[in-house]
Structure formats: C-alpha cells, structure tokens
C-alpha cells in the first residue's frame, strides 16, 4: 500500500520561507524513481490547483504564480519529494498535497496546512 505524508506546514509571515517535505512508503526505492512527484495546493473555496512537479530525470515544472519563489526537489534514495518555498505571500495560504504519479495511477498525502499572515 503506497502512503504518502508531508511535513513541514505552518504559520509563516509575508516574506518568510517554508519546506515541505513528502515520504513515500509502500513501494521500492527503484520504483520510487519513475513516479512523477507533485505539490498541489487547495485554498478555502477554491478547486486543488497544481503548484509543481518534478518528473523522474529531474524536469520540473511550476504554476506561474510560484515561479521563482519556490523550488521542488526530490531525493530517490530517501523516497522523499521536497518543496521550498520562499517570499511567501497571503495568497499562498492553503492545504498543500503531495502527489506521486505513474502511468495512469495517482497517490496523494493528506495534506498540510501553509498559512502566511502577519
């Protein structure tokens, strides 16, 4: 059974910095590697929107509204995907799930709160 769980949420102000972090478990470190990995994040109201992905030859992709604030990393051998986040700002208050993704089947975490206010 493949479990995902984050860490790493929390109250943060304008400007400030968060990581993420997301283990995987239930599956191989080999086969860990071919999951595409993914943060995605769901605002009170408002559908799950993606904010990044990481393939596995290490393509990465990102909302636009992230771009250059937060970066996603992941590291095979500990089966964990990452996501930094810098100069926070209020609009990227919101539960953030892990995804790890193959072929047709998704797996996602249980979420983590962000809020960022002063």
């Known amino acids: 059974q493949v479990q995902l769980v984050e860490s790493g949420g929390g109250l943060v102000q304008p400007g400030g910095s968060l990581s993420l972090s997301c283990g995987v478990s239930?599956?191989?470190?080999?086969?860990?590697?071919?999951?595409?990995m993914g943060w995605y994040r769901q605002a009170p109201g408002k559908q799950r929107e993606l904010v990044a992905t990481i393939a596995p030859g290490g393509t990465r992709n990102y909302a636009d509204s992230v771009k250059g604030r937060f970066a996603i990393s992941r590291d095979n051998a500990q089966k964990t995907a990452y996501l930094q986040m810098n100069s926070l700002k209020p609009e990227d208050t919101a539960v953030y799930y892990c995804n790890a993704h193959i072929i047709q089947t998704d797996y996602w975490g249980q979420g983590t709160q962000v809020t960022v206010s002063s």
């Open positions: 239930g599956i191989s470190v080999n086969s860990f590697s071919f999951y595409v």
